[in-house]
């Protein structure tokens, strides 16, 4: 999810702490768990810093091993310890608890959209996304707001208010995962192709985007209620040239093809080699793709430079410009 969904979330925690008999008691446990709820709920995006390092480090690390299922353990661990200094008279267990908490809130509610992460770290590193929640949920953040007015409000205890959330936070998930099998279903039917298909979430409930890997193409499109509507498609052939073949020792496509498995190349001959596009099809939008790869090479297949990162069309011929200078 984003930064802001998770930041309400842990909030949310906090007032569903209020029903913790020790959080009730205790008003230094209580404001040690405010820390740990709201904290845990970010910690997991720590790897934001690779940024720092340039696109490829961010890509390649993103939602990698701080989101994994040792770094649930590692992560209220850590932020316990440093809470300790600053409340040594709060109850550390409860403290450590319910960091844990939202910190397996973060990492378990960022399977459910495409992005998905690498929760099963170090003994798997493939990429779980179900598909299910658009990155932004726009009735997940609402009903957060809706339980903090309450709250401010004081016409009801936090721990009912948000007991009651994140009930209907489950009822909701678990709702939208039938609806997504359901269409995904219904969308096999309508189509009678052959060829692996694949749902994403849009902000709005009755809006998709499809992906259809054919043998020899891959289709993107759109469902607006139940009408299917086709907006693109990607040639397959230049998986197999010897310059995309070879892109793939530049650092910038390494990372890329470690962070998706939708990526497919578009080779184009220059004067000086080979410029060879790897494009996202799961973030393809009005005939675009803004999430893109791209890799210079020789006549020998030699990487000359490499990019990835989310640039229009023109922007990405720039950088390329820029390289190449």
Request: proline share 5%; no cysteine; net charge positive.
């Amino acid at each position: 999810m984003d930064t802001g969904t998770h930041f309400i979330m842990g909030i949310g925690l906090f007032g569903l702490a209020h029903l913790d008999p020790v959080v009730a008691a205790d008003p230094h446990t209580a404001s040690t768990i405010l820390f740990a709820t709201v904290v845990g709920s970010q910690l997991p995006d720590l790897d934001s810093l690779y940024r720092l390092k340039g696109n490829s480090a961010y890509i390649r690390n993103h939602r990698g091993w701080t989101h994994s299922f040792p770094m649930i353990l590692v992560w209220p661990t850590l932020l316990t310890f440093i809470l300790s200094y600053f409340f040594p008279e709060a109850n550390l267990l409860h403290t450590w608890l319910w960091g844990l908490l939202a910190v397996f809130i973060h990492v378990f509610i960022d399977l459910f959209n495409a992005y998905g992460t690498q929760a099963l770290k170090p003994i798997n590193n493939r990429w779980i996304s179900w598909n299910v929640i658009n990155i932004f949920d726009p009735f997940i953040f609402m009903i957060h707001v809706i339980g903090i007015a309450l709250w401010v409000s004081a016409l009801y205890p936090p721990g009912l208010i948000f007991l009651s959330v994140y009930l209907v936070l489950i009822i909701y998930v678990a709702w939208r995962t039938f609806v997504h099998y359901s269409k995904l279903r219904w969308l096999k039917q309508q189509v009678k192709k052959t060829g692996k298909y694949t749902l994403i979430p849009t902000a709005r409930w009755n809006n998709w985007k499809i992906i259809l890997e054919l043998e020899e193409t891959v289709l993107m499109g759109e469902i607006h209620e139940q009408t299917i509507n086709w907006t693109g498609q990607l040639s397959k052939k230049d998986l197999t040239h010897p310059a995309a073949i070879h892109s793939k020792q530049a650092e910038a496509i390494k990372a890329f093809l470690s962070f998706t498995s939708y990526g497919f190349p578009k080779v184009f001959q220059r004067p000086y080699g080979y410029e060879v596009r790897w494009y996202d099809v799961r973030y393809h939008y009005k005939k675009r793709f803004p999430f893109v790869a791209v890799a210079l090479l020789d006549e020998n297949f030699q990487p000359i430079d490499s990019y990835v990162g989310w640039q229009s069309d023109e922007r990405i011929d720039k950088k390329v410009h820029h390289m190449l200078s």
